[in-house]
């Protein structure tokens, strides 16, 4: 017997309404094309056809990790608490972090990531640079408590993931590994049919590149990227910015009364100029406990990771505090602050001579207040989060805008986990060394919900033959005749034989019925058998991704498809496409 998915007997339960919760069109159509279910918040069961696309995923993300030269492994779900108090992570990895206590009163945590699992595994075992690099991965299920799970397997809390970790004596054999691991990842990419671009997560280490995220891009993604047509990319949250704010230039400075004028929008209508020539002041204290007051360029905003890197812990001043130091919420400026404060601006705002601004006075704001006369700024630095406009810090072009959905990233970690877990070689010199290394995820179930937020209609979903659960759904429009059924088994049979996976919708059910469900599920190619199409010797064959049809002849079948076979065993993502053109 061939190995055909027979509908009738699948547990496949299509809904025909929306979930009521469901947001994203992913999280909407796995659930309603029968893929998967609910459990509790950020949990889900997959069913059948959802199981066939995971383990496609899966299988898609192991195979490129072996031709990477990456080593598969399990390692276990659950942790021991000691080894993150080694690094260090038990404390600051906070409430996302699962952790639960054994009946001997031991602790344990969920695995959210394996770093420190890896290397306390490697550490006894790996002694001499002789041993070295290794790649080692694993596919497993995480947890992580996230604070708002949400859009079904986007933002999961227990979730499938490919974690990697290699382990290097030098930063060379590091950056080779890196690139051969980013190389996999951007073909994982492809093979899953995704849009997709390498993004630059955090542009403000010296000495390179250190980590890069894989975007497929998605109108709901949840991350932001700017992107230049140079082939430059950055998440929004970690790129450089270079922007230009202007000037509101006046001869002398000038106090000017601005009552009820609270926010840069306001004021930038109050005095009929762009909110890029007024600037934005924000107040804060650092780990270290002191004032500091912060100017942006007004069209901008504070990045949180670059401002943290500039003042370890910076947190905004409350209104409270504000009050105690003197400074007026809404008003504030760097003329007059109190001589505690220490004033740090965007470097852009260095070209910017006159500033408009806050006068430190409820109800008033200075204009033509002259930066080196009137004020001071004790730091310059970049601080604002990138916006679509500013120029490519590549190539000075404006920069186009997008958002994305972070399927996977490489990151060079350096000795952060060896030095503090005490994992070292021996290197050629003889001396003791600590492992530099490095990681890469896949996140494995969301990156099936990204495939779907790209290729869907309202209809249902557009998967890629490459995951599809069935490469081809044959659907007799009639069951239990003695021509339609039969005929249909055959031509099932034949495409099977010819290496495609195939499903039959054999359920009795009208027509209507079964091609919204084919529709809903995503087959690549539906093979339509009727009664006069049969008697003129035909089926009838439709595209999902594109809704096109066409008939082809019975005596024909098998001739037509040869050139799909080949192309889908070339690793071609759309195999059928060349029957429609
Ligand atoms: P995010 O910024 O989206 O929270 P992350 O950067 O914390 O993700 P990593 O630690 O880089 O995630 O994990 C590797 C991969 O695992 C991610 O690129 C993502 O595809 C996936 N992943 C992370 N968190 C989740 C989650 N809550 N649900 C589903 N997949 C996830
Ligand atoms: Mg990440």
Not at 20 to 38: C, F, I, V, W
Not at 136 to 162: A, C
Not at 291 to 298: A, D, E, N, R
Request: glycine residues 10%; aromatic residues 8%.
């Amino acid at each position: 017997m061939k190995n055909i998915l027979r509908m009738s007997k699948a547990y496949a339960p299509t809904l025909k309404e929306d979930p009521s919760d469901a947001e994203l069109a992913s999280h909407r159509l796995l659930l309603r094309a029968g893929m998967m279910r609910k459990n509790a918040a950020g949990l889900y069961t997959f069913l059948p056809l959802g199981m066939r696309v995971l383990n496609k995923v899966e299988a898609i993300v192991n195979e490129e990790m072996d031709n990477a030269g990456a080593q598969r492994i399990l390692m276990p779900f659950v942790q021991p608490a000691d080894l993150w108090h080694e690094s260090g992570r038990w404390d600051d990895y906070g409430p996302e972090l699962a952790r639960l206590t054994d009946r001997h009163g031991v602790e344990y945590c969920l695995g959210p990531t394996h770093e420190e699992l890896i290397t306390s595994v490697v550490r006894n075992e790996l002694k001499s640079y002789k041993q070295l690099p290794v790649n080692l991965y694993q596919t497993q299920v995480k947890f992580r408590d996230e604070i708002r799970p949400r859009f079904g397997l986007m933002r999961g809390r227990e979730f499938l993931m490919k974690d990697a970790y290699s382990f290097h004596a030098t930063q060379e054999s590091l950056q080779e590994t890196y690139d051969d691991m980013s190389e996999a990842y951007g073909k994982i990419c492809d093979r899953l049919g995704m849009v997709w671009r390498p993004v630059e997560a955090d542009s403000g280490q010296i000495g390179g590149k250190v980590t890069c995220e894989f975007m497929a891009l998605a109108e709901y993604g949840e991350a932001e990227i700017v992107h230049c047509e140079c082939g430059y990319a950055a998440d929004a949250e970690a790129g450089e910015c270079i922007c230009a704010p202007s000037m509101y230039e006046r001869d002398a400075m000038e106090k000017i009364s601005t009552p009820g004028v609270h926010t840069i929008e306001e004021l930038a209508s109050f005095l009929g100029i762009s909110e890029s020539a007024c600037m934005k002041a924000l107040s804060g204290k650092g780990a270290d406990g002191k004032l500091y007051v912060l100017f942006v360029p007004g069209d901008h905003e504070l990045n949180e990771i670059k401002i943290n890197r500039e003042v370890p812990g910076f947190e905004l001043l409350t209104d409270e505090e504000m009050v105690e130091y003197g400074l007026f919420k809404g008003s504030m400026g760097p003329v007059g602050l109190p001589e505690s404060a220490t004033v740090i601006a965007d470097r852009s705002l260095k070209d910017i001579p006159q500033w408009t601004v806050g006068a430190n006075e409820d109800g008033y704001h200075l204009a033509g207040a002259r930066l080196g006369e009137d004020f001071k700024v004790d730091g310059w630095a970049d601080l604002c989060t990138v916006k679509p406009g500013d120029a490519c810090p590549v190539c000075g072009k404006p920069l186009g805008g997008a958002r994305g959905i972070e399927v996977s990233q490489v990151f060079q970690l350096g000795t952060k986990y060896s030095e503090a877990m005490g994992a070292t070689f021996m290197d050629e010199d003889g001396t003791e060394k600590p492992f530099i290394m490095g990681c890469y995820g896949v996140g494995v179930s969301r990156s099936m919900a990204a495939v779907v937020e790209q290729r869907h209609d309202d209809a249902g979903i557009m998967w890629p033959a490459s995951i599809a659960p069935a490469h081809i759904c044959v659907v007799p429009l009639t069951v239990g005749d003695d021509l339609v059924q039969p005929a249909a088994e055959e031509i099932a049979g034949k495409l099977a034989d010819q290496g495609f996976e195939v499903a039959i919708d054999d359920r009795n059910e009208r027509a209507g019925v079964k091609f919204a469900d084919a529709d809903l599920i995503g087959w690549p190619l539906q093979v339509v058998v009727g009664k006069r199409g049969l008697a003129d010797g035909k089926v009838e064959l439709k595209l999902r991704s594109t809704g096109a049809k066409c008939d082809i002849a019975l005596d024909d079948l098998e001739r037509t498809f040869v050139p799909c076979a080949e192309a889908l065993a070339a690793g071609a993502v759309d195999p059928f496409d060349i029957l429609f053109e």
